[in-house]
């Protein structure tokens, strides 16, 4: 008869814990699809929301997403949607741009990657591969490459070499390769651009030449969901 009493307040006390429990959960957002700085958060299927035990206020409750909100980093898909990562979209400095690149990003290469945009002239591309840019340029973690708003000085006295037009692009999303008839295959790329890059960048676009997108091997943080 003890050990059924004992039984019964064993259940009670898990009833009561598993009840506890759901108490504490909070609505929260995570993301549905990895994003890159800059990614307007407010667009359908970019969040959804969740019952979770965050344990901190550290993440975006459900129906507190700023106006206008953007992100501030790379972010995973399946990761909650950290504070510190979201900003009010007239705070950020980047501004999208869809370019078509010559020749193929490399495999690893992943929204949230930093990359510098280089343009080959015509005649550099005839008969050979694009020229490998020089390991210059490293770009800061924070993207805001000081150097990419006037485009690369020395690359542009070389005259008709490769030559650098901006550093601190963020991959945003890598479409599929096209196959030209006359301008040859290209990849559509959405990148990210510091805004003091804008004209450069689009500059480069209406000019004869082929764009390339180098990596630089550095990403914006990510932080893991807890």
Same mark, same amino acid.
């Given at each position: 008869?003890? $050990?059924?009493?004992?039984?019964?307040?064993?259940?009670? &006390? +898990? $009833?009561?814990? /598993?009840?506890?429990?759901?108490?504490?959960?909070?609505?929260?957002?995570?993301?549905?699809?990895?994003?890159?700085?800059?990614?307007?958060?407010?667009?359908?299927?970019?969040?959804?929301?969740? !019952?979770?035990?965050? @344990?901190?206020? &550290?993440?975006? *409750?459900?129906?507190?997403?700023?106006?206008?909100?953007?992100?501030?980093?790379?972010?995973?898909?399946? !990761?909650?949607?950290?504070?510190?990562?979201?900003?009010?979209?007239?705070?950020? *400095?980047?501004?999208?741009?869809?370019?078509?690149?010559?020749?193929? #990003?490399?495999?690893?290469?992943?929204?949230?990657?930093?990359?510098? =945009?280089?343009?080959?002239?015509?005649?550099?591309?005839?008969?050979?591969?694009?020229?490998?840019?020089?390991?210059? @340029?490293?770009?800061?973690?924070?993207?805001? @490459?000081?150097?990419?708003?006037?485009?690369?000085?020395?690359?542009?006295? !070389?005259?008709?070499? /490769?030559?650098?037009?901006?550093? @601190? =692009?963020?991959?945003?999303?890598?479409? !599929?390769?096209?196959?030209? #008839?006359?301008?040859?295959?290209?990849?559509?790329? *959405?990148?990210?651009?510091?805004? /003091?890059?804008?004209?450069?960048? +689009?500059? &480069?676009?209406?000019?004869?030449?082929?764009?390339?997108?180098?990596?630089?091997?550095? *990403?914006?943080?990510?932080?893991? /969901?807890?």
């Amino acid at each position: 008869m003890a $050990g059924g009493v004992v039984l019964v307040a064993g259940a009670v &006390a +898990l $009833g009561a814990w /598993a009840v506890d429990a759901a108490a504490d959960t909070t609505r929260v957002y995570v993301l549905s699809q990895d994003v890159a700085p800059g990614t307007d958060l407010t667009v359908d299927g970019i969040l959804t929301v969740v !019952e979770a035990h965050p @344990g901190t206020d &550290a993440y975006v *409750e459900a129906g507190h997403l700023p106006d206008g909100a953007v992100s501030t980093r790379s972010m995973r898909k399946g !990761e909650l949607l950290a504070t510190a990562a979201v900003n009010s979209g007239r705070e950020q *400095e980047l501004r999208p741009v869809v370019l078509t690149v010559a020749s193929n #990003l490399p495999a690893s290469t992943k929204v949230g990657d930093y990359v510098d =945009l280089w343009i080959v002239p015509k005649e550099g591309m005839v008969g050979r591969p694009a020229a490998q840019p020089p390991a210059t @340029g490293q770009t800061g973690q924070s993207g805001q @490459g000081g150097q990419g708003g006037q485009g690369d000085q020395a690359g542009q006295a !070389e005259g008709t070499g /490769a030559r650098r037009v901006a550093t @601190g =692009l963020v991959i945003a999303s890598v479409g !599929e390769t096209s196959k030209g #008839l006359i301008s040859g295959p290209g990849t559509g790329v *959405e990148v990210k651009v510091p805004e /003091a890059s804008l004209a450069a960048v +689009l500059s &480069a676009v209406g000019q004869e030449g082929a764009l390339v997108l180098v990596p630089t091997g550095q *990403e914006a943080p990510t932080e893991k /969901a807890s």
